[in-house]
């Protein structure tokens, strides 16, 4: 049998999957004590972990969050003797100082699994030609696509981050047909395709395209196919904390990512109250790791925002869908009294075709009052070096963000390739405030 596609676990009656579920939930409880945090933790509240009957008793232990994580670095949470340790993996530090995982051999090897599971999901199979185009390292995307792909059985090529020229050399040399990369690099590349009078139709084999690590809008993955077709672009979602890539997933039916849930117990809980939210509502989404023997975590809060999406999926999975993550409920600014997510603005302006996929947006006080500034790159193809041509488009913007978020914006079109590129994830708001983000 091979790890990519069980159909036992994948297409498992809910039923079944509850039951494996609370099994692991318990193998996962038993190891959480033998670590530090935890184990003072239970001794703390007087929990043993047989007391758990139904998934609903994992409630009577509190949250771990990002801060928790920090405050016990580096081997507070470690579950295992430090011997058994075989890797560490560091987060990407978006939201502050990055937090460590310790990875024993049982966590790397389920780790493959899902990711393999996870591509095999989106369409890739053993004879691919597997490109993955971003950063190794520290950064979870990189050998964890890596060692997944190999647990697929494709031909792997690790190209790593950056140097288009040559990641389209390779596509082209080696005849890559599956590759991943962070959303907001995948218009680069794109454009450096043009540079060299090639397209992806007719100079790549190309068919599938895995992107996550970063939230963007289901307009943006339209564009992006619209810009690499005939291939097409899946989600893909995952965080270091829960190892990275290969914790949720698109199928080919494209309509919301299921979540593994033999390996993460999944709960969507209101930020406020963190009483779970019904089926269909938007709340943050906590984690439970099922599999992991060095480093299990339970009830992490991750701050991405999501729903689960109600009804079976046409693929047969019985693994329930999360939407689109619309970002960190910390992504959220306020302005003009206004609560803001820079994904309500990236949806607009990708129904723009004028607008290139490249944006930023600054907070900044001007006199007496904060201001939303949205410099948006003109598209190459719309752009003949005359903004006066493109005011029409200006605004647009400016009324269309107006009407998604209530402020009126100050639009600055600026040419194409002008903003900064961000080495790996891209930064989308920079505030500029005199009073920082808890301006009113
Ligand atoms: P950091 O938290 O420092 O960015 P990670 O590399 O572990 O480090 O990033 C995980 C985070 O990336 C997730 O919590 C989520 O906010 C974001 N993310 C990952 N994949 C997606 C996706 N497909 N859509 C939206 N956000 C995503
Ligand atoms: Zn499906």
Not at 121 to 133: E, L, S
Not at 210 to 228: I, K
Not at 340 to 364: C, G, K, N, T, W
């Amino acid at each position: 049998m091979n790890s990519y596609w069980q159909p036992d676990i994948e297409t498992a009656a809910p039923d079944t999957l509850r039951a494996m579920q609370l099994q692991a939930l318990r193998r996962t409880l038993a190891q959480a004590a033998q670590s530090p945090y935890y184990g003072e933790l239970f001794r703390r509240l007087n929990f043993s972990p047989e007391q758990i009957r139904t998934r609903d008793d994992l409630r009577r232990l509190p949250f771990t969050t990002k801060d928790d994580l920090r405050g016990h670095f580096p081997y507070g949470f470690l579950a295992v003797p430090k011997a058994e340790t075989i890797r560490l993996h560091c987060s990407s530090g978006t939201t502050g100082n990055p937090t460590v995982i310790f990875h024993n051999r049982h966590d790397l090897d389920s780790w493959a699994n899902l990711v393999a599971r996870s591509m095999y999901c989106a369409g890739a199979r053993p004879d691919d030609v597997f490109q993955n185009i971003c950063g190794y390292g520290l950064f979870t995307g990189g050998l964890g696509f890596q060692y997944g792909a190999e647990r697929l059985g494709a031909l792997t090529i690790p190209a790593g981050a950056g140097n288009s020229r040559r990641q389209i050399k390779l596509m082209q040399e080696f005849g890559t047909t599956v590759i991943h990369a962070i959303p907001s690099y995948l218009p680069r590349l794109r454009e450096v395709f043009t540079e060299l009078g090639l397209a992806p139709a007719k100079d790549t084999r190309l068919r599938v395209i895995l992107s996550g690590a970063e939230p963007y809008t289901e307009e943006t993955r339209r564009r992006l196919e619209a810009m690499f077709a005939p291939a097409k672009v899946f989600n893909s979602f995952g965080l270091t904390e829960m190892n990275g890539p290969g914790v949720a997933f698109e199928c080919d039916c494209q309509n919301g990512l299921h979540v593994w849930e033999d390996a993460y117990l999944t709960e969507i809980v209101n930020p406020d109250t963190l009483e779970p939210v019904p089926d269909g509502e938007l709340g943050e989404l906590v984690f439970t790791s099922l599999d992991r023997q060095a480093m299990p975590i339970l009830r992490y809060r991750t701050r991405d925002l999501t729903r689960f999406l109600t009804g079976p999926c046409p693929c047969g999975r019985t693994h329930r869908r999360l939407d689109r993550i619309t970002g960190r409920s910390d992504d959220m600014f306020i302005i003009k009294g206004c609560n803001v997510f820079p994904m309500q603005i990236e949806q607009v302006l990708m129904r723009i075709p004028q607008a290139a996929s490249d944006y930023l947006i600054v907070l900044e006080t001007l006199g007496d009052n904060d201001e939303l500034i949205l410099q948006v790159e003109a598209h190459p193809e719309w752009f003949n070096g005359d903004f006066s041509k493109l005011e029409h488009v200006r605004q647009r913007i400016v009324r269309e963000i107006h009407d998604e978020v209530l402020v009126t914006p100050i639009v600055q079109l600026v040419e194409p390739g002008s903003l900064p590129r961000a080495e790996g994830k891209a930064k989308r708001v920079d505030d500029r405030r005199r009073n920082g983000k808890t301006d009113f």
